[in-house]
């Protein structure tokens, strides 16, 4: 049996989760030179690491980065391929 529990959370604080993953969401690493795509240091910069940290100690999820391009496979593709089951 799982517990539920709602999470009430001031304007100021939802905000600023927000900014950090708007934060962690800019500064991830290219694919291409494993560098920042915004400062160019070695990923993951300290601008991530400080987002990433501001968010885990919250006991947020670290969401993953968003596809920059969209996803190979679709559903369709998936269901004829046999790697999804329909709906």
């Given at each position: 049996?799982?517990?539920?529990?709602t999470v009430y959370?001031?304007?100021?604080v939802h905000?600023?989760?927000?900014?950090?993953?708007?934060r962690l969401d800019a500064h991830r690493a290219s694919p291409d030179t494993?560098?920042?795509v915004v400062c160019h240091?070695?990923?993951p910069c300290d601008e991530?690491?400080?987002a990433a940290?501001?968010?885990?100690?919250r006991g947020?999820?670290?969401p993953p980065p968003k596809p920059s391009r969209p996803p190979l496979l679709t559903h369709a593709w998936r269901l004829r391929f046999g790697l999804a089951r329909s709906r």
């Open positions: 049996m799982g517990v539920t529990a959370r001031s304007e100021s905000a600023e989760i927000q900014a950090q993953r708007g494993g560098r920042c240091k070695s990923a991530a690491n400080e940290a501001f968010l885990a100690e947020l999820l670290v």
